[in-house]
């Protein structure tokens, strides 16, 4: 059964909006403090990167380490996620998404990432062959978007063991620590793929569409 059309031009312009252009970038939703980032726009350089977060002190902690650091080609953005993507980016412009460690919504199975009507919307501003790296420390919550991956989305994805070491997040440092089985998907839009939203421009702030 289809999932239910995502209502995308009810999406109101998140405060102090700014238009972007129409260049290649990726996006991390829900990045915290800012630690995962930080890391990946200083190893790569040529890759920009918006990182956003909701929540006003993780925002400002992840905005401070920012000024601290100086990376050109990170912009931190406090916003709600899905309104800013709604306004902000254009079909099949991000290369890579970034959703790590996501609240696993224990009472609201529909909403998590991979269950809302979104996550179409979210599809059509990938790149053909670009991914989305979701993690998790919870293996019922990695089950079920696999499921939900192969038999709504029909995306094909890599399943990994995240290592001991690793230290992306605060959360990933915490859930490792306490020996916790922290896994991730890398999720692959293939070529050709096609969603309800391909012709979708972006609202560019318009607080109300039609």
């Given amino acids: 059964m289809p999932i239910r059309q995502f209502q995308a031009h009810r999406m109101h312009a998140p405060r102090d909006f700014s238009a972007l252009d129409q260049q290649t970038l990726c996006v991390e939703i829900g990045a915290g403090k800012g630690k995962h980032a930080l890391l990946f726009s200083g190893q790569y350089p040529e890759q920009r990167l918006f990182a956003i977060e ?11 380490q ?41 009472h609201n199975p529909a909403q998590r990432w991979v269950n809302m009507p979104f996550f179409e919307f979210l599809l059509s501003r990938l790149k053909p062959e670009g ?16 499921q939900q991956l ?22 990933e440092i915490k859930y490792l620590e306490r020996g916790e089985s922290c896994q991730q998907l890398i999720i692959t839009k293939h070529c050709g793929y ?15 569409v039609g």
């Fill in 150 to 171: 192969q038999q709504l989305w029909q995306l094909s994805y890599e399943k990994e063991q995240i290592r001991p070491e690793s230290a992306r997040t605060h959360f």
């Fill in 131 to 146: 991914t989305i790296t979701l993690a998790s420390n919870i293996p019922e919550y990695i089950e079920e978007a696999e």
């Fill in 66 to 106: 920012h000024q601290l650091e100086g990376q050109q080609n990170l912009t931190p953005v406090h916003a709600d996620a899905i309104p800013w993507i709604v306004h902000a980016l254009y079909p099949e412009q991000v290369e890579q998404f970034f959703i790590l460690y996501p609240n696993p919504e224990p």
């Fill in 194 to 208: 096609s969603t309800r939203f391909d012709d979708f421009l972006p609202l560019q702030g318009k607080s109300d």
């Fill in 54 to 64: 909701r929540t006003r002190e993780k925002f400002l902690a992840m905005q401070k």
